[in-house]
T-cell receptor, first 112, second 114 residues
């Protein structure tokens, strides 16, 4: 089982809709979870971090964490064409020598 | 978040030559920085952890003699790709260790080896 898994995608939603991106992880000891956005040809940009169970909202973005089920999700409300990008889920794994492990990413396309 | 710069943003080199990539943490004293590599249509893969004043820690499968990392100061880490080959062509991205484990990435360096 891969350490961090994301839906294969791509995901296409109409402008104004809610985009839901999901991610599961295998290390139950993981404590830190991140969502990065990566535009084509650019480096990843941190958009959300979450450390405790529940929801964390920042503008149009909501991260949700469920440690018991080992999943973390990202909701994008009122999706805009500018949200079209690849979204990478990242989990800090490994305890004392922790490393950021990335999922493969899911490409989101927001149709005008 | 932290601001990280990289130089150069892109480089083309001939097979067999060496290329040095610089990564600077502009507003944070980073004792630890990270080097990643990303091939087209793939996710980021951690290559090594760069530690200020000590040897880098390399991930399994990454040749430490080929990818030389130097972290001589709290704001600068360098990655030198030695004897580059076409299969080393990739997008190299560094990040700093950030606060609360949040990593902020540099803009990346696109390396093309001809």
């Amino acid at each position: 089982q891969k350490e961090v898994e994301q839906n294969s995608g791509p995901l296409s939603v109409p402008e104004g809709a809610i985009a839901s991106l999901n991610c599961t992880y295998s290390d139950r000891g993981s404590q830190s979870f991140f969502w990065y956005r990566q535009y084509s040809g650019k480096s990843p940009e941190l958009i959300m971090s979450i450390y405790s169970n529940g929801d964390k909202e920042d503008g149009r973005f909501t991260a949700q964490l469920n440690k018991a089920s080992q999943y973390v999700s990202l909701l994008i409300r009122d999706s805009q064409p500018s949200d079209s990008a690849t979204y990478l889920c990242a989990v800090l794994v490994g305890g004392a020598n922790s490393k950021l492990t990335f999922g493969k990413g899911i490409t989101l396309s927001v149709r005008p | 978040g932290a601001v990280v710069s990289q130089h150069p943003s892109w480089v083309i080199c001939k097979s067999g030559t060496s290329v040095k990539i610089e990564c600077r943490s502009l507003d944070f004293q980073a004792t630890t920085m990270f080097w990643y590599r990303q091939f087209p249509k793939q996710s980021l893969m951690l290559m090594a952890t760069s530690n200020e004043g000590s040897k880098a820690t390399y991930e399994q499968g990454v040749e430490k003699d080929k990818f030389l990392i130097n972290h001589a100061s709290l704001t600068l880490s360098t990655l030198t790709v030695t004897s580059a080959h076409p299969e080393d062509s990739s997008f190299y991205i560094c990040s700093d260790s950030g606060i609360v484990n949040e990593q902020y990435f540099g803009p990346g360096t696109r390396l093309t080896v001809t």
